[in-house]
């Protein structure tokens, strides 16, 4: 895998945030969840994720 600086990657090609992502699903079922951070922290990638793959890192 190499570098894609200012593009889209696929939700299949996100690794390393399935426990963070099974947490916002546990979140999800009580509240809301703001998700925030620095830019380039790969935010977009794990709401695309989700949405790509609901409840699958649950």
Known sequence: MKANPGGQVAPSDVVGRDSLISSFWDILERQSLV??????MGKTCIIK???AEPGVSK
Request: aromatic letters at 0%; glycine letters at 0%; a positive charge.
């Open 35 to 40: 998700l925030s951070a620095e830019r380039r």
């Open 49 to 51: 994720k989700m949405q």
